[in-house]
């Protein structure tokens, strides 16, 4: 990747908290298809975690390199490699990013080394930074926005605490309109129990603690269909949506793939691993089965390959 840093923030000035919540809203992330690429979300995420506890303006790509690298690994799409050099480096095309000596990129290829040997650092331009510092509930904005934006809701106080973002949620907008039918519609498909190992506690007649989760995250553009829907406890939600645990096809249905990755001693460790090729409940009708291009995203974009 060439010409790194080419539109000087200078140029284009977030001065006010309009400016930047649209600039937060309209950011410029790499898209091939459905692929997610999280990169720059959650290099703003970390910017607004340190703003929040007082750091400074710029920081060493040194200094960022690791913790980026591990929020891509814990967040991100499942991939062999992760660069965190690209967002820290491409964020300074969306006029909300100040990279310090950014000449010396110029021409250059992007990589760590260069950002490395030449001390590269960064943040957010001078007004900006002077903006957040003055406004803790803009910081939240901003970064409630970037998760309702790129992230599951099961997913957004982790990545606040891994960011050291610990308010609660500040709702300025509203999200991407969801279906109110579609909570009903899933539990309804799968008679209300969850379709990995049956729970469907009630007290007296509400249930507890089963949801619908979507297969293709909401935020990723999934759609509020019953295909696109299981109705899982507390504990597979999360799991599926962190890629834990996922779903593929059988020559009758579905069954469960546990990650590799999931690793404990404890009697529920046990209790999960217990499920790892068990076939998915089916729904009440083949119509309402999960549809495979949904599960195929699932498996390339969250699941943690392999299986065990």
């Known amino acids: 990747m060439n010409d790194a840093g080419s539109r000087d923030p200078a140029d284009m000035p977030v001065s006010t908290a309009e400016q930047f919540l649209s600039a937060i809203d309209g950011l410029n992330?790499?898209?091939?298809?459905?692929?997610?690429?999280?990169?720059?979300?959650?290099?703003?995420?970390?910017?607004?975690?340190?703003?929040?506890?007082?750091?400074?303006?710029?920081?060493?790509?040194?200094?960022?390199?690791?913790?980026?690298?591990?929020l891509l690994r814990r967040f991100g799409p499942p991939r062999a490699t992760h660069h965190p050099e690209y967002p820290f480096v491409y964020l300074g095309n969306d006029g909300l990013w100040d990279i310090v000596h950014a000449q010396a990129l110029r021409g250059r290829r992007i990589g760590r080394k260069v950002l490395l040997d030449n001390g590269v650092s960064a943040g957010f331009p001078n007004a900006l930074f002077a903006l957040l510092r003055s406004d803790g509930r803009l910081v939240q904005q901003a970064a409630q926005r970037l998760l309702d934006g790129h992230f599951p809701a099961s997913l957004h106080?982790?990545?606040?605490?891994?960011?050291?973002?610990?308010?609660?949620?500040?709702?300025?907008?509203?999200?991407?309109?969801?279906?109110?039918?579609?909570?009903?519609?899933?539990?309804?498909?799968?008679?209300?129990?969850?379709?990995?190992?049956?729970?469907?506690?009630?007290?007296?007649?509400?249930?507890?603690?089963?949801?619908?989760?979507?297969?293709?995250?909401?935020?990723?553009?999934?759609?509020?269909?019953?295909?696109?829907?299981?109705?899982?406890?507390?504990?597979?939600?999360?799991?599926?949506?962190?890629?834990?645990?996922?779903?593929?096809?059988?020559?009758s249905g579905f069954q469960v793939l546990i990650s590799a990755e999931v690793n404990g001693q404890s009697e529920a460790m046990r209790w999960l691993l217990d499920y790892a090729g068990q076939a998915l409940r089916q729904p009440q009708s083949t119509e309402w089965a999960p549809d495979p291009s949904f599960v195929d995203w699932h498996r390339k974009e969250v699941f943690r390959d392999p299986p065990r």
């Open 29 to 70: 992330v790499w898209r091939r298809g459905s692929q997610r690429a999280p990169h720059k979300p959650l290099l703003l995420l970390l910017a607004l975690g340190l703003v929040a506890r007082g750091g400074a303006r710029t920081t060493p790509f040194a200094s960022v390199e690791k913790p980026l690298r591990d």
């Open 157 to 251: 106080q982790d990545i606040r605490d891994a960011v050291g973002l610990r308010e609660h949620e500040v709702r300025d907008a509203p999200r991407r309109p969801r279906d109110p039918k579609f909570r009903h519609e899933v539990l309804r498909a799968y008679e209300r129990h969850c379709a990995v190992c049956g729970f469907d506690i009630r007290l007296v007649d509400d249930l507890l603690g089963l949801e619908a989760a979507h297969i293709k995250w909401h935020a990723a553009g999934g759609p509020d269909d019953v295909r696109n829907g299981l109705a899982l406890c507390g504990l597979h939600h999360k799991a599926l949506d962190r890629g834990a645990i996922g779903i593929e096809p059988t020559g």
